[in-house]
T-cell receptor, first 114, second 113 residues
């Protein structure tokens, strides 16, 4: 059962354009929603994250929009650059009381063309 | 600081062979995790250790065992490897449970023939 659904699977955007990746979750107990960026041959690295009591968070060119009622959140990359070409994973965290367990989406491969 | 390190980087096994994947972190983190990454499936949690001396099953624990050797090290063992365990394995650590960041290692690419 996929608890975090991510779309699209792949995305091609021209340099300077806006990249948008969407995620939807089912479990309302999730309490933290990070986005991870992964370059080929590397491990994922935290890009930006949001708590469910905030509707939007912006860090530089990266913005998370969060809709709690719809159980959806999205990543917007403004002024996309070739260096942004990577795979992006949304995730949702569940605090079990002893550890925070991340459930990941299936990933979006972003290619930014010149 | 090296962060999270994993050994080996690559490994090829035959069906039925056993091996241990090693992970170490130098950030004094309490929690550690093992994930596997397969095409089109994202990362799936195999096992985690909330603190030294504790381990718990994740989403896909079958066929694996773990050991939290000390606060720094968390190993993943395949007792009898199967082709279905061909994957890229990532170790991660976090300072504490809650709204914290998980830091990932570079991964181990495992092929089981």
């Amino acid at each position: 059962q996929q608890q975090v659904k991510q779309s699209p699977q792949s995305l091609i955007v021209q340099k300077g354009g806006i990249s948008i990746i969407n995620c939807a979750y089912e479990n309302t107990a999730f309490d933290y929603f990070p986005w991870y960026q992964q370059f080929p041959g590397k491990g994922p690295a935290l890009l930006i994250a949001i708590r469910p009591d905030v509707s939007e968070k912006k860090e530089g060119r990266f913005t998370i929009s969060f809709n709690k009622s719809a159980k959806q959140f999205s990543l917007h990359i403004m002024d996309s650059q070739p260096g942004d070409s990577a795979t992006y994973f949304c995730a949702a965290s569940l605090n079990t009381g002893t550890a925070s367990k991340l459930t990941f989406g299936t990933g979006t491969r972003l290619q930014v063309t010149l | 600081n090296a962060g999270v390190t994993q050994t080996p980087k690559f490994q090829v096994l035959k069906t039925g062979q056993s091996m241990t994947l090693q992970c170490a972190q130098d950030m004094n983190h309490n929690s550690m995790y093992w994930y596997r990454q397969d095409p089109g499936m994202g990362l799936r949690l195999i096992y985690y250790s909330a603190s030294e001396g504790t381990t718990d099953k994740g989403e896909v624990p079958n066929g694996y065992n773990v050991s939290r050797l000390n606060k720094r090290e968390f190993s993943l063992r395949l007792e009898s490897a199967a082709p279905s365990q061909t994957s890229v394995y990532f170790c991660a650590s976090s300072e504490e449970w809650g709204l914290d960041t998980q830091y990932f290692g570079p991964g181990t690419r495992l092929t089981v023939l």
